[in-house]
């Protein structure tokens, strides 16, 4: 999908046009020929803001100015958008009571940071013919974060290794 270049100056194919100046006052319905003559001699482009409109809308304006503005606003908007990462935590079937403890206390503090957690379990040798053991420590680690996460699935297995989803649950404010 290609981004929509804004038609500037002669790029705009309209006979007539619809004027408004830098003061955001309206010059009315001009031909394009004059829209583009007092543009120039304020030492301004004529954008095309509104393209579908009848006639479409220009706008005397710098539009290089214009275009920093909108790049400025677009990055701004990037670093305030929220991401959500996906963090693992992985354990064995044979998994100690400490160990599996410390392992969803992890598995807790990337939930409440507002990130995704996926709770694997790799299987070494013949524990791979007991998946069973695999999946009960799954759900046991899962319903230890059920509070502030749910699971998004059921455990599926991938190879040596079965995983489940956890996202975090949004809070109402």
Known sequence: MAKQETNINRAIRAREVRVIDDASEQLGIMNLADALAAAEQQGLDLVEVSPNANPPVCRIMDYGKFKYQQSKKAAEA???????????????????????????????????????????????????????????????????VSDIGQIEGRPNMQGRFMSVIVAPIKKTV
Do not use: C, Y
């Open 78 to 144: 990037k670093k305030k958008m929220a991401r959500v990462e996906v963090k693992e935590v992985k354990m064995r079937p044979k998994t100690e009571e400490h160990d599996f403890q410390t392992k969803v206390r992890n598995a807790r503090r990337f939930l409440e940071d507002g990130n995704k957690v996926k709770l694997t379990i790799m299987f070494r040798g013949r524990e791979v013919t007991h998946p069973e053991f695999g999946k009960a420590l799954l759900e046991r680690a899962a319903s230890e």
